[in-house]
C-alpha cells in the first residue's frame, strides 16, 4: 500500500498509539514519499523514533508536519524535540520539519 504513495497522513490517539516498532516500517520503502503529516503527536520516544526512520528513509520527502493539539502547553517540550530532530540523518536535503 505505501509502495507508491505521495503523502502519508498518520492519525495519532489515545496513551499507547504508537507502540509499533521501526521493524515493522522498515518492511515499507519510501522512495515516493513527498509529505507526512502526523496529527496528535504526543512527543514519545515511540513517536520520535517513527519519525527519525521517515527522515532517514523517505528520499525525496519535502515537508513533515507534526500537529499536536496541545502545542502551546507543551511548547518546551516540542522545541525540544525539534532540536532533536534536526540532528538526524535525513535521506532528503529538501525536507523541511513544521511544528505547529
Not at 23 to 34: A, I, N, P
Not at 38 to 61: M, T
Not at 76 to 96: D, F, H, N, W
Request: proline content about 1%; aromatic content about 12%; glycine content about 4%.
Amino acid at each position: 500500500m505505501l509502495k507508491n504513495t505521495h503523502t502519508l497522513t498518520v492519525f495519532l490517539s489515545g496513551e499507547n498509539h504508537c507502540e509499533t516498532k521501526t521493524e515493522v516500517w522498515s518492511y515499507y520503502k519510501f522512495s515516493y514519499l513527498k509529505s507526512v503529516d502526523i496529527q496528535g503527536f504526543r512527543g514519545s520516544e515511540n513517536e520520535v523514533e517513527l519519525l527519525k526512520f521517515i527522515l532517514e528513509n523517505a528520499i525525496v520527502l519535502e515537508k513533515l508536519v507534526i500537529t499536536t493539539s496541545d502545542y502551546k502547553n507543551h511548547k518546551e517540550i516540542m522545541m525540544k524535540i525539534g532540536r532533536k530532530l534536526i540532528t538526524y540523518p535525513r535521506a532528503s536535503q529538501r525536507v523541511c520539519i513544521l511544528f505547529g
